[in-house]
């Protein structure tokens, strides 16, 4: 299983206090709608762009009993220069 997500982190999370993250490929994205466990960048159409707090995101694997394969693959979206893709990608596996 992997999953295609935009986390915030602890490290990138001032630039959301301030609402404004500018990505690497360009649009800027605005997730200044605060939901707690995720931010948005269009209220009327929430599905647009969503940022889950990665503190969440991980707690929904390990309730689920999913295990992460490290290491987790931050994206480009928010501006960084080493990444495999634009979103970030956890890998996980569960035994069944």
């Not at 999953?3 to 200044?32: C, D, M, W």
């Not at 990665?54 to 220069?81: A, N």
Request: aromatic letters at 12%; glycine letters at 6%; proline letters at 4%.
């Amino acid at each position: 299983m992997s999953n295609h997500i935009l986390s915030v982190e602890q490290r990138i999370t001032a630039p959301y206090r301030n609402g404004k993250v500018e990505p690497q490929y360009g649009k800027k994205l605005n997730f200044k709608h605060d939901f707690g466990k995720y931010r948005t960048v269009d209220i009327n159409t929430p599905e647009a762009a969503i940022s889950y707090d990665e503190k969440f995101i991980l707690s929904m694997y390990k309730k689920h009993s999913l295990k992460i394969k490290q290491p987790i693959h931050y994206g480009s979206w928010c501006g960084r220069s080493h990444f495999l893709s634009r979103q970030d990608i956890i890998i996980a596996v569960k035994k069944i």
